[in-house]
């Protein structure tokens, strides 16, 4: 099955700066790659998506970029703010009419800095 | 709408004892999920359903865990004995269309004792 590596686990920025997290993927099949924030104690929820046919994929201060020879996707947040401190989990998934299954990376605990 | 519902938020029982977790997913939603989220193992698949029929359970751990979808509107996941490793956070979720969006539930936060 699929099997979805996420690095770092930890990162801490200065407010203002970027981060940037990166996840591998084995299933070269995998055609859909979301990524969720999940704030302490809350449920995830979807900030950006990413689909096989695109490279880059930008919304205001977040952008994610997929390497589909590499098996590779990463997420870029700009200009970071505290409230951008959370647990980030980047996934992927085929999606077939059937549904699709997301296997998730471990997550990364982004520590925005004051 | 009122997004994915959860009950209960917490629960805490103990060992042996059967814990059923409930889950209303979005009007409308065609699909549902079950998650589980522990520190060791992440948050990992654990069963789905498409119109009501489940399509994929090979996340669920073992016999102990059975899950059912009787109507459009209602979904619970039974644990029938619990263990303590059966301690973490459970999220509902579901979507509309296949490749987008999941919305989460708020999550069960089960304690096995």
């Known amino acids: 099955g699929e099997n979805v590596e996420q690095h770092p686990s930890t990162l801490s920025v200065q407010e203002g700066d970027s981060a940037v997290i990166k996840c591998t993927y084995s299933?070269?099949?995998?055609?859909?790659f979301p990524w969720y924030k999940q704030e302490l104690g809350k449920r995830p929820q979807l900030i950006i998506d990413?689909?096989?046919?695109?490279g880059e994929k930008k919304d205001q201060r977040i952008a994610v970029t997929l390497n589909k020879t590499a098996k590779h996707f990463s997420l870029h947040i700009t200009e970071t703010q505290p409230e951008d401190s959370a647990v980030y989990f980047c996934?992927?998934?085929?999606?077939?009419?059937?549904?699709?299954?997301?296997?998730f990376g471990g997550g990364t605990r982004v520590l925005v800095k004051p | 709408d009122a997004g994915v519902i959860q009950s209960p938020r917490h629960e805490v029982t103990e060992m042996g004892q059967e814990v059923t977790l409930r889950c209303k997913p979005i009007?409308?939603?065609?699909?549902l999920f079950w998650y589980r989220q522990t520190m060791m193992r992440g948050l990992e698949l654990l069963i789905y359903?498409?119109?009501?029929?489940?399509?994929?359970d090979s996340g669920m751990p073992e016999d102990r865990f059975s899950a059912k979808m009787p109507n459009a509107s209602f979904s619970t996941l039974k644990i029938q004995p619990s263990e303590p490793r059966d301690s973490a956070v459970y999220f509902c979720?579901?979507?509309?269309?296949?490749?987008?969006?999941?919305?989460f539930g708020p999550g069960t936060r089960l304690t096995v004792l």
């Open positions: 979720a579901s979507t509309l269309q296949t490749g987008t969006q999941q919305f």
């Open positions: 299933d070269s099949a995998s055609n859909y």
């Open positions: 990413i689909r096989s046919n695109v």
């Open positions: 996934a992927a998934s085929i999606v077939s009419a059937a549904g699709n299954k997301l296997t």
């Open positions: 009007s409308g939603h065609d699909y």
């Open positions: 359903f498409n119109n009501n029929v489940p399509i994929d």
